[in-house]
């Protein structure tokens, strides 16, 4: 098995191949379009997690998220909020303790998904901290994959319009990607097993000939 490094620096990461989801992309804008998908998302044991927020450029102004993403390695459904709300179907997902959601910083996305419905998370598993496990001591999602699968994915449309009347398909790909490689992640670490932790430091033995 292969020995993962520590950390990726900018330039290592930059030659790495550049890779993107490959599968199916799912875009959940109408009502009527909920149910279908929750049926397919329900019969996975594993699935990738991420959100997206419009890009807040002036000060003391905040977005509600407008996007969430759950992906297999085949199939990627990207529920537009802004425009459907938090379904009932979606939110029975999120609560679902059989059903893994892995991503990366995964708290921030979960309380701004509660802004728009109260639910009660479970089953989230965060990258991060099984990476950390693992000794690797960079933890952004591109850091992440690079480390991980050794592959690099674009970050270009971090900072685009997730209101917008439609998104593009650069976009949808984007978040597909985002949410699959979350996916992917967690099925490289699980089967890994942790770094043992340091034995407690012993005190230096007393002078046997101390009065």
């Known amino acids: 098995m292969k020995i993962l490094q520590h950390y990726i ?7 790495l191949p550049l890779r993107a989801f490959g599968g199916t ?13 929750v ?7 594993i699935l990738g997690f991420d959100t997206e927020t419009k890009p807040n450029f002036r000060k003391g102004r905040s977005h509600q998220v407008a996007l969430l993403q759950l992906a297999t390695d085949e199939q990627a459904f ?7 709300g938090l379904p009932e179907p979606v939110v029975e997902l999120l609560e679902s303790p059989s059903i893994v959601k892995a991503g ?35 933890f952004s999602l591109r850091k992440l994959a690079g480390i991980v699968l050794n592959f690099r994915i674009s970050k270009a449309k971090q900072l685009s319009n997730w209101e917008g009347i439609r998104l593009s398909h650069a976009q949808q790909l984007y978040a597909a990607t985002d949410a699959w490689v979350g996916c992917e992640i967690f099925k490289a670490l699980k089967n890994r097993k942790p770094l043992p932790e340091s034995p407690p430091a012993q005190a230096a033995p007393g002078n046997p000939n101390a009065s």
């Open 39 to 45: 049926e397919y998302l329900k019969a996975q044991k």
């Open 25 to 37: 992309i799912h875009l959940i804008d109408k009502p009527e379009l909920v149910a279908p998908a």
């Open 104 to 138: 990366v910083a995964i708290a921030d996305d979960i309380k701004m998904l509660q802004k728009l419905r109260k639910f009660v998370p479970s089953n989230f598993e965060e990258l991060q901290k099984s990476a950390k496990t693992l000794g690797i001591e960079d």
């Open 78 to 84: 990207l529920f537009r909020l802004n425009r459907i």
């Open 9 to 15: 620096s900018k330039d290592d990461l930059k030659h």
